[in-house]
């Protein structure tokens, strides 16, 4: 039920039971300052030059209910929301394109079948179809305030 957003050029590490969704634009830059003994390159100079060197903002922490919608971030490249079941109200008054990430339970996009720990582009919400007890994550590109 944990949030954390973490925003480009945070420290960070990831663990055991995390389920982690990065959003970012479509590039390779990763810098690494620590890989765990895997024998990939660490990127130390462009790490430490391009870090955030103070604490990370509390309000980009919060607890959640584990069902249920919820906005979880509104910013100026994207907005991400997590849906439990079908898409109603303000989601269908959106318009676009989004991402859809399965977090459990089946999703169809434009009538194709889209299972947790995949991800699939939709033209709109109207060709998003959740079951009744799915839950996913949709992402929009910029603020979609309704």
Known sequence: GDFVYIPAG?????????????????????????DYGRPRELHLDYAIAVAHGGPHNPAMRRKLPLKGSATLTMGPYFTLERVQGQLAGDHLKKHGPLLVVPIEGDVLVSGESVSPGECAVASGPDAVSPADDAQCLLAWPGVTGA
């Open 10 to 34: 945070t420290v960070h590490a990831i663990g055991a039971g995390v389920c982690l969704v990065e959003l970012q634009q479509n590039n390779d830059a990763t810098y690494r300052l620590y």
